[in-house]
């Protein structure tokens, strides 16, 4: 494959980036009539990341003969890019002197995100077509914690000591071998005697100085270090938070052992985005499109489980008023709204106290302001809609009593309903349960619950 790429300008096209039916349809095409020169050649302009996008896209049956069509071409950064869903599938397709060539020009962090997932049998193929020294380090990165900064980390590092001057370094430079240097860097990490780093120097200044100027007068002023066991959503965090572009990563003796980059840093910001999504919809962490009907319904059976008992809650609860619901059949028509108001609400201070937990803003300084907040936007939401509904219960059954029910359970559940959205998750991460995975349904049975009692049992005690 082509070291460059065409990448089309966007423009003001909402579907900027998304590959062309057309051309989906033009490589399937050459596919179907295993035309392997007219296959690189519409394959040839794309990019390793749309490559991935269409190989996640089209059925496994077309994926695998594609892949065995274009193996020659096949490389490392489309496996890095391919979803975790099916990277696995397309490793058993690619033949093993394909995958190995594919592997050898990945940088070592590359590489363990690649294999980390995988079975021992995949995981093995893959370390044997690695070169020794790549291998070990590769399996000392595999020794860390899964989601720890060890595992996140490149091994590939430019170090100089802090003696040196900027002569010297850019000599070491221009004589290093290909092997000796990663594919990308940013920084030169420098470092003492012990191998402990003191600070990083940019390659803009380094260019720009001269040569008999110390690189010790070059350090950036921000300068983190990422110990080795950091949880990899921390790590994301700093490099959000401190506007990182590398940061070193050190043993626990503070010496240097590796190196994070902020593509690793935004992939595992986005992954968080990405899960804590998909665990608010209670469809699982791991779901993506290119699952089976199966491994969907597997994920998703759990969660509607507990929405069903749930929703039995509720139901008990309005079972407790039956004979008021029998007697006053507008009841049954109005409670419904009171629920989804209070649901709906609950979501939007739920989905706001979550991502701030996510992103390290809601803290022990500011909870009880952040919650105050949203019980009073509650009770002002309460208040205002208690009105429309105070109005529409008199108009629609000429009630007066009605309206000034439904009216009153508006604004309660309102209230709780900001209460609930933000203080359960808040509770949750106290007790170290993610937020994002279970507050969802305590938040709805809470409204459904206190919405149904608040309207029922004011209508039982007001209008019978």
Known sequence: MSDQTDVPDPGQDENAYVLERKDVSAILYAVDIEDRDQLTKLMEPLHAADIADLLEQINAFDRSRLIRLYDREFDGDILSELDESIREEVIAVLKPAVLAEAVRDLDSDDVVDLIEDLDDAQQEKILEALED??????????????????????????????????????DRLRNATE??????????????????????????????????????????????????????????????????????????????????????AMAVLDEEHEEDILRLAGVGEESALSDSVRETTKRRIPWLAVNLVTSI????????FEAAIAQIVALAVLMPIVASMGGNAGTQSLTVA???????????????????????????????????????????????????????????????????????????????????????????????????????????????
């Open 133 to 170: 020294t790549d291998r070990a380090l590769v399996e000392q990165s595999l020794a860390f914690p899964e989601y720890s900064a060890g595992r996140l980390m490149q091994r590939e590092v430019v170090m100089a000591p802090e003696h040196w001057t900027v002569g010297e370094a850019i």
């Open 179 to 264: 092997d000796e240097l990663p594919t990308q860097f940013y920084h030169i990490v420098l470092v003492d005697p012990r191998l402990h780093p003191v600070g990083n120097i940019t390659l803009g200044k380094l260019m720009r100085s001269r040569r008999e100027v110390p690189l010790a007068d070059l350090v950036e002023e921000t300068f983190q270090v990422i110990p080795a066991s950091q949880d990899e959503s921390d790590v994301a965090y700093a490099f959000n938070q401190y506007h990182l572009i590398s940061a070193p990563v050190v043993d626990d003796e503070g010496r240097l052992i590796g190196l994070i980059t902020i593509d690793d």
């Open 313 to 320: 809650l509720a139901s008990l609860v309005i079972a407790q």
């Open 354 to 464: 979550t991502r701030a937990l996510a992103t390290k803003d809601l803290t022990g300084a500011n909870v009880w302001r952040v919650i105050r907040r949203e019980v009073l936007v509650g009770l002002i939401n309460g208040v205002v809609f208690a009105v429309v509904m105070g109005i529409v219960g008199i108009l629609w059954f000429g009630s007066p009593a009605l309206g000034y029910v439904i009216a009153a359970a508006m604004v309660v559940n309102m209230v709780v309903a900001g209460l609930a959205g933000t203080g359960i998750p808040i509770v949750l991460d106290r007790i170290g349960i993610d937020p994002a995975l279970a507050s969802g349904a305590f938040v709805t049975t809470v409204t459904d619950v206190v919405g149904f009692f608040a309207f029922l049992g004011l209508a039982a005690l007001v209008l019978l």
